[in-house]
């Protein structure tokens, strides 16, 4: 995955600071806004695997800061169904066509973008962090099968936790509470089955100091941007990138192949000698 073009690197850091950015200032969307972004010029599945390693340590960083808000027993549930998910998610992301894949990402991302637009602020409530055990384990087997096929772990877990009555610090607590867990456990998969090579260790190690550096940003400026202006931008971006992706799906690769395919030798017509004349045959490859 290590990429020879420049502008090819600058790219994908480009996508992978903004990404960060982005979750800097509203706690969550990495994964959606790399993951809308980087297949348009990158391989869907390299870019599943950047993004898959890329978040890891930047999730721990995070986690530390809200760390005495994290409230373990409410996290079990959302644990548990985790762990049923991503291996289903895991095994799909290396059975299902890749037109598939890009196109079932992009609708994802469009009814996150929908539920984003109609999506009411729940009343918060102080005490003791409390939670339905049955939506937490439902919202957990979503998103770790999200998490497995796609990389886009957030949007159940987040759809599940921004409708608790819960503070500010109690959502981050639990949302990068469990990022932590489905992040690694999807790394280790990866590595089971063999996808994690040298070269994407390698990728991931050069973009995670820039994924780090724009959550750092983020943090720090997003108080002071409009939390609703914002989102409504970022929401339309995703809208049309995620547009983009249905229609498109993979065509784009798909083009390629004809050109790799061998073609068999033009034969010219026969002299008026009776000799058939043939152009030079092309090796067939082994």
Known sequence: MMFSDPQLWFFVISVVFLSAFIQGIIGFGYAIVAMAVLPLMLDFREANLLVALSIVLPVIWIFWAYRKHSNIRVLLGAILGSLVG?????????????????????????????????????????????????????????????????????????????????????????????????????????????????????????????????????????????????????????????????IQGSAGEKELEPELSYSPAPQLPASSSGTNLTAFPIPESS
């Open 86 to 246: 991503l291996p289903l998610g895991l095994l799909t992301f290396t059975l299902i066509d890749l037109d598939y894949l890009v196109r079932g990402t992009g609708l994802v991302i469009l009814l996150i973008v929908i539920d984003g637009f109609f999506q009411k602020p729940v009343q918060t409530e102080t005490g003791p962090q409390q939670a339905s055990p049955l939506w937490s384990t439902f919202a957990g087997l979503c998103s770790g099968f999200l998490a497995g096929s796609t990389s886009i772990a957030g949007p159940p877990i987040v759809i599940y936790a921004i409708r608790q009555p819960w503070t500010q610090d109690q959502y981050k607590g639990f949302i990068f509470g469990f990022f932590i867990l489905i992040s690694i456990t999807r790394v280790i998969g990866l590595a089971l089955m063999g996808l994690v090579t040298t070269p994407v260790i390698l990728t991931s190690a050069i973009v995670i100091p820039f994924v780090i550096v724009g959550m750092a940003l983020g943090t720090l400026i997003g108080p002071r941007i409009n939390p609703v202006i914002f989102k409504r931008c970022l929401l339309i971006l995703l809208a049309v990138s995620s547009l983009y992706m249905v």
